[in-house]
């Protein structure tokens, strides 16, 4: 079975400043990746998602996140962070050829800003 | 535009009492319906999933079922709660399995 982990459960970050939010996975055949964000008060929103091809993934709110295969890890960036980027972001895996049944949830990181 | 809207946002039970949480979803016909939890300090985990009317799937065994009488609704019960059934829930939709998921806001269940 696969998993995900996000060793990282809360990352405070200037505004302006890049952040990178990790996420490592583990599964014995392909997978389709995500990142999934929860704004204050929200569901989950999708941020980005990689299913094939190019393995910079970009999302919205100028979120990307690459696919490194060799290190099994598809890590979140944002070279330049706001306000209102403050949220809780959450990894995800699921294997190839199955789809929303097999998707595994990482436990989640608090981004938060300080002005 | 499609809504999805889940009730209540918070909920105190006590142990041994049933639950009913209810999902519905607005806009669109024949969604996949998922019910996960998130425990505190853990991730999201997928209880139940449906494709379609009557049909539903679970992940892991416990001590709730879920129900799709219609379409677009989706419940989620146990007849008596335990301790370990605090979480926050939350109901989820897709077009397809290989579609985003949209979520609801959360119920909050604690029991006592």
């Known amino acids: 079975a696969q998993s995900v982990t996000q060793l990282d459960s809360q990352v405070p970050v200037f505004e302006e400043a890049p952040v990178e939010l990790r996420c490592n996975y583990s599964?014995?055949?392909?997978?389709?990746l995500f990142w999934y964000v929860q704004y204050p008060n929200q569901g989950l929103q999708l941020l980005l998602k990689?299913?094939?091809?190019?393995?910079l993934v970009k999302g919205i709110n100028g979120f990307e996140a690459e696919f490194n295969k060799s290190q099994t890890s598809f890590h979140l960036r944002k070279p330049s962070v706001h306000i209102s980027d403050t949220a809780e972001y959450f990894c995800?895996?699921?294997?190839?050829?199955?789809?929303?049944?097999?998707?595994?949830f990482g436990t989640g990181t608090r981004l938060t800003i300080i002005p | 535009s499609q809504t999805i809207h889940q009730w209540p946002a918070t909920l105190v039970q006590p142990v041994g009492s049933p639950l009913s949480l209810e999902c519905t979803v607005e806009?669109?016909?024949?969604?996949?319906l998922y019910w996960y939890r998130q425990a505190a300090g853990r991730g999201l985990q997928l209880l139940f999933y449906s494709v379609g009317i009557g049909q539903i799937s679970s992940e892991v065994p416990q001590n709730l079922s879920a129900s799709r009488p219609q379409d677009r609704q989706f419940i989620l019960s146990s007849k008596k709660l335990l301790l370990s059934d605090s979480g926050f829930y939350l109901c989820a939709w897709s077009r397809g399995e290989f579609e985003k998921l949209f979520f609801g806001s959360g119920t909050q269940l604690s029991v006592l």
């Open positions: 995800a895996v699921s294997v190839s050829n199955f789809g929303n049944e097999k998707l595994t």
């Open positions: 806009g669109t016909s024949n969604p996949n």
């Open positions: 599964s014995s055949v392909s997978v389709y």
């Open positions: 990689y299913l094939s091809g190019s393995t």
